[in-house]
């Protein structure tokens, strides 16, 4: 499967402790996106990487939550003390960007369910 | 702010037949939109993307329309399949490269 994979698939922590989930993005997408989903919503865009380099960060990234790609292929969303409030599927993306080319198409892995209790 | 959203949250259709699903954008500088099926515990799946400068797309069983004067965006499928029971969701992409999703629009197809 060439696809984008997200590990784990799902999680569940206690109040107060720290998560780490995991994105490889389709081979040779330079970027890459992370979104949060709710049940009954449509995702909401957290973060973005142009390679290794973090571009965009949504007001939604609170303190408690960082993102890296340190080599420009994986990268990590990690989120501290989490609170229940943090529950949802993590979803990550990616996407070949060239240049000219404003826009292109997202594509998306399976996501992280994460319940804290 | 802007935002992207769907008139209807639950379509239901026979099997067989054509459905459309829209969605209304308020974003003016868009120019790139995208319609996503999701599955029960599965990522998006992209179905078709159209750009701001064309009005009707058209790719398997599946045609896109946008109308760039009333900001508004259709997903026409063609004899709907039980395979095709999903959440769609339409999202816009401006220049700033994330996608803003609506609150989706489910659809049953009855056999």
């Known amino acids: 499967d060439t696809g984008v994979s997200q590990d784990p698939r799902h999680k569940i922590t206690k109040r107060g402790q720290n998560v780490t989930f995991r994105c490889d993005p389709i081979?040779?997408?330079?970027?890459l996106y992370w979104y949060r989903q709710t049940l009954g919503q449509g995702p909401e865009f957290l973060t973005y990487?142009?390679?290794?380099?973090?571009?965009?960060k949504s007001r939604l990234l609170s303190d408690r939550f960082s993102a890296e790609r340190p080599k420009g292929s994986f990268s990590t969303l990690e989120i501290q003390r989490t609170e229940q409030g943090d529950s949802a599927m993590y979803l990550c993306?990616?996407?070949?960007?060239?240049?000219?080319?404003?826009?292109?198409?997202?594509?998306f892995g399976p996501g992280t369910r994460l319940l804290v209790l | 702010g802007e935002s992207v959203g769907l008139h209807l949250p639950t379509l239901s259709v026979q099997e067989g037949d054509n459905s459309i699903i829209n969605c209304a954008y308020s974003?003016?500088?868009?120019?790139?939109f995208i319609w996503y099926k999701q599955e029960s515990g599965k990522g998006p799946q992209f179905i078709i993307d159209?750009?701001?400068?064309?009005d009707k797309r058209q790719g398997q069983r599946v045609t896109v329309l946008l109308n760039k004067t009333v900001k508004h965006l259709s997903l026409q499928i063609a004899a709907t399949q039980p395979g095709d029971s999903a959440v769609y969701f339409c999202a816009e992409n401006n220049a700033g490269n994330m996608l803003t999703f609506g609150g989706g629009t489910r659809l049953m197809v009855k056999p």
């Open positions: 974003n003016s500088a868009s120019d790139y």
């Open positions: 990487f142009q390679n290794e380099a973090q571009l965009e």
């Open positions: 993306a990616s996407s070949l960007g060239l240049a000219g080319v404003s826009s292109e198409t997202q594509y």
């Open positions: 081979s040779e997408h330079n970027r």
């Open positions: 159209i750009r701001s400068n064309m």
